[in-house]
C-alpha cells in the first residue's frame, strides 16, 4: 500500500537558517511525489513537484528512490516560510499525503 | 474569478442526520475529489471522480456518500452512518489527474 511518512510535526528554526522537511514513501513503482503549503489562512496549495525539477520560494526536493525520501529544503529560511507543509503521492488517479509539518520560523 | 468554493464554510450536524457538503469550480477540470481532515493525521481520501455519473472510493468512503451529475459540481453526504463525523473537509479538482491540486477553503463539520 501507498503511504507517506512525515514524521516532524513540528520544525523550528531562526531565520536565515537551513531547512530541511522530511518525506518518505512506500511505492514499489515510480512515484510522483509533491509538497503542498498552506499559509495561515490561505488555501492549500502546490509548492512543488519532483517532476518539474523546479525552485519554488527557494525551496527544492530531490527525490532519493534508495531511500524512498522526498525531502524539502532551503538554504535560508525566512519568516514567511512559516506555514504547514504536506508531501503527497501520486498513484492510480489517487493523491496520498503525509500527516503534514509545521514550520515556524522565528525572528 | 476562477476557482473552487466550497460551502457552508460551518456546518453543524445533529443526531441520526445526513448533510450534505457543497463543492463546486468553474476551472473545468475533470477530475474531483473529497479529503477528511483530522488534527495530526493529514489528509484522508473519502471519494474521488475522474468523470461525470462516476465516482470511487478512496480509504475512508464509509459513512459517506457523493454524485457527480454535473462537471462543476461534487457533493458529499455525510451520513448518519459515519459516526465520528467531526472534521474539516476539503474538496478539491485537477485538469489532468497527476496534475496539481486545486483546493477549496474548507467546511468544518460538527456535532451537536
Known amino acids: 500500500a501507498q503511504r507517506v511518512t512525515q514524521p516532524e510535526k513540528l520544525l523550528s528554526v531562526f531565520k536565515g537558517a537551513p531547512v530541511e522537511l522530511k518525506c518518505n514513501y512506500s511505492y514499489s513503482g515510480s512515484p510522483e511525489l509533491f509538497w503542498y503549503v498552506q499559509y495561515s489562512r490561505q488555501r492549500l496549495q502546490l509548492l512543488l513537484r519532483?517532476?518539474s525539477r523546479e525552485s519554488i520560494k527557494g525551496f527544492t526536493a530531490d527525490l532519493n528512490k534508495g531511500e524512498t525520501s522526498f525531502h524539502l529544503k532551503k538554504p535560508f529560511a525566512q519568516e514567511e516560510d512559516s506555514a504547514m507543509y504536506y508531501c503527497a503521492l501520486y498513484n492510480f488517479n489517487k493523491f496520498y499525503f503525509g500527516s503534514g509539518t509545521k514550520l515556524n520560523v522565528k525572528p | 474569478d476562477g476557482g473552487i468554493t466550497q460551502s457552508p464554510k460551518y456546518l453543524f450536524r445533529k443526531e441520526g442526520q445526513n448533510v450534505t457538503l457543497s463543492c463546486e469550480q468553474n476551472l473545468n477540470h475533470d477530475a474531483m475529489y473529497w479529503y477528511r481532515q483530522d488534527p495530526g493525521q493529514g489528509l484522508r481520501l473519502i471519494y474521488y471522480s475522474q468523470i461525470v455519473n462516476d465516482f470511487q472510493k478512496g480509504d475512508i468512503a464509509e459513512g459517506y456518500s457523493v454524485s457527480r451529475e454535473k462537471k462543476e459540481s461534487f457533493p458529499l453526504t455525510v451520513t448518519s452512518a459515519q459516526k465520528n463525523p467531526t472534521a474539516f473537509y476539503l474538496c478539491a479538482s485537477t485538469q489532468a489527474t497527476n496534475e496539481k491540486l486545486f483546493f477549496g477553503s474548507g467546511t468544518q463539520l460538527s456535532v451537536l
Open positions: 519532483h517532476i
